[in-house]
């Protein structure tokens, strides 16, 4: 019985345009996510060859003073990206992988932005999550929109219906099939992927792939309910798709508006401005105030004094670059706290709408979310002050440029090392499959079909 | 009216079906909703998009103008900020505006990015969609247009109705307009009192007092949307004329209201951008480095071209040293400087610009064979929120900081002296009254005129797209069978 249920789905020309269609635009965008990779890696081979002809250019050119060398050259940290993040593009198109600082005010620099075609953006990626989340669902829907309702509709359900003992097993069967072809699907694409991107096996994979099936079972589950509610084809086919729309479009939209409206984030112009005012009024306001200031902050400093007959120092310079910093620390805080809030209030929202929710856990297996990027910026503050700290004593004691060893200097990567939760990713899902299985299964008992 | 008198008659009739069907009923009630909701959340957005860049654009201008004396290269790096602003048409249509950068900030020698998009602040939710009365009328409402188009014909057709309307003297082609003309007026109901609103809060916006170039892009912005519609439901009532059964119909539809929305314009615009590729950032920046070393480094004193430039002036002035010269020699080796290196930078930016320009040219070129693709890139180079209106804003924003950072050299030059000031002296400056003379920054988006220059493609596609109907409403009229 079963294997007829299969020759005749998969031997309808539907299902095999349909398949075939899917496994195409899931190549397509295997290649997008393999260009992405490949970019990828060569931007950050160049910023290595890019950052070591820079210093040694700079130093070579600047070599009587450590504190003007300073001033120009920039020391690059990189967001590390994971191969499995060519599946999940995420916001990594937006935001920067590599971030490019000099040790003067971080303000003014942490914020900059990735060069992008603004159209490229709008449209979106054809990455592999977006054919699971958006392509996956439709061929689900046209595969199941009209079981049993077609047979109805053509007369042959009668007959169905006195040739087997159980119609509701006979139902599952057809769905059993059409769930096994597109995990297979799944599967195989995932499996080439793995291949041609290099993808290691390890937990994110693993996620990866069960966040898959389990996506795809949800909209199995969604046309499973709407099936039992057994209604004309034409009724199931503009309410499946209507669903599709508001989980795909119209849902995701709304919550967007909501958390833009909700957490407002005027702190980032307040914070450029701020920072530029506080170190440029330095410049016209007493030396002794900016570096008691200074002191305050970097005790260990206070042994570099400025001396009373030179007008311009390098100690004074730094000092008053990082009054940038310290005076406009509050709005950076804030502007922190909000973008944590954004995430958190979207993370959370998202655990309800499950075609949102694995959108954002996809992203954040492959690091390409905004938890992602918000420790990336952490942590490239965390870079500068180190650069800053190693710097500081030699500029102040004015130490000779060539004593130090310029090559050791060499781009730093940062890792994300965030957990994956199974439960975060899996249980809103499966709770929402069982659900609506559960009153599928009650629709379907209730009237005997 | 005696002319239409049957067509009308059919059109009353669909209207009257569709009314009876609940659930046609909610989502139009709820579709309603929706472009209210848009309207309200595009007007919230604006609002505080224009307030926040109003308000740090005048406090960046007063810190500007309160700056004490000091030397004007001083001034130069203190800088300026370009805030992005929208235009009234934009609380409609969002377009690109949230992957826009906000916030330019313009300094001597350097080219900053535009930064603080609001897609950068924000979880991947975006690249969902945005909810705007844009997404209302082109995505949403086509889909309903087909919902509400896809058993006009063929309903009647499986009905054995349609036999008895052919026969009772009614032709094809009146049929054919009949059914538009029904679904149209059911569309109307949403349209019209959408469009009312929306003149309302434009009109607000703008405190009753509008330009005539804003006046005439709302003006388009509404004929081009009741044209796309219309042409929706003609497509719909064709595609049901020609449908055996009506399941065969919402299918095809179905069909191709994804293509045209969800699945052409993503796919073509990856295309362009998987086959030509653009640079990263630091490739970008690192070239254009490359080449300005390799024009000459004015900070090098044996640099051959400073060098040569530093030769001719002695010898003009028939001096033996930089420090006699009669005006600023760091000065004017600053205006050369920054001459050059603008220059470089944007010869690269041209060529960046030319790579995305590729890269944009499939989905341009798509719009022929999609209407959506065509409005929407009309839409949004009505709004001032398309691609061009980008680039546009990073120009106006890059010849200002070019103004800036030249009108500081050439104060330098004329009023700084050019001797050293020895150590323990006050660093020289100029009276701080100069600073006004440096106007503020202030952002004019596109005219009409530039706008539908721009967009000729989408209008010549829009266009070709309406006698395509025309014609195969005719010969659908000659060549359909009743059954």
Redesign the interface.
Known sequence: MLSLIFKNFIRSKGTKIGLLFLLCIGF?SL??GK?FQD?QI??IE??RV?QKE?IARNAA?HKDEIGLLLYYIKF?LVNKTLPINSLAI??RD???S?Q?VTIRGLE?QK????????????????DFS?VLI?LFP?LIIAFSY?LISEEK?SGTWKIVATQSQNTFFYILKLFYVRILSLIALLSILLFIAVLFLNIPFDTSLFVFYGLGILYILFWFAVCFFIVSLQKH???N???L??IW?FL???V??????Y???KY???E???L??KQ??AY?EK??TDKNETMEKFYKHYPQFRTYKIPA????TWLWYYAMQQMGDDESAVQSRELESK?QQ??LA??SI?QFIP??HT??QL?EIAH???GN?LLFLKETSKFHEKLRLYFYPKIFDNAPVNAENWEKFKVETFSDNTKISFAKAFVPLLLFNLLLIGFGWFNFTRKTV | MNILHSELLIAKHLRHSVFKNTAVFIITLFIGILLLYATFSGWENYKSQNETSEKYQHESREDWLKNPDKNPHRMAHYGNFAFRKSTPLSVFEFGMEPFFGNAIFLEAHKQNTANFSEAGFSNSMLRFGEISIALVLQVLLPLLIFFLGFNSIAYERENGTLKILLTQGINWKQLLIGKTLGIASVIMMLFVPAIVILIFVWLLLQDFSITADQTFKMILFVLFHLVYLLFFCVIAVLVSAISKTSKKALITLIGIWLLFTIILPRTTQAIGAYIYEAPSKIQFTSDIEKDILKQGDSHNPNDPHYKAIKDSLLSAYKVDSVQKLPFNYSGFIMTEGEKISSRIYNEHLAELLQVYKKQNSFSKTVSFLNPYIAMKNLSMGLSNTDYESYVDFQQQAEDYRYMMAQKMNALQIKYISNKKPSAGDKPYSISKEHWADVEDFHYEPKKIGTVLENEIISIISIFLWITLLFILIRIAAQKLKAI
């Not at chain 1, 914020?111 to 054809?126: F, K, Q, R, W």
């Not at chain 1, 995701?252 to 508006?257: L, Q, S, V, Y």
């Not at chain 1, 007959?309 to 311009?312: A, H, M, N, P, S």
């Open positions: 397509i290649l997008i260009q970019k060569h931007t160049q910023a890019y820079h050119f690059s995420g916001q937006v935001n920067p590599i490019n003014g914020y900059d932005a990735e060069l992008n075609n603004p159209n490229n953006l709008l449209a979106g990626n054809i977006f958006y439709l009209n509709e084809s034409n009724f086919a503009v309410i798709l209507t729309l795909i479009i119209i995701p939209a709304g919550i967007n508006a958390i833009v409206t407002k984030v005027p980032a112009l307040e450029t401005l530029r005012n440029h410049w016209d007959d030179k007008e311009f973008l954004r995430n979207s993370q998202a075609t949102l959108q954002l992203n390409a979310d905004l990027q």
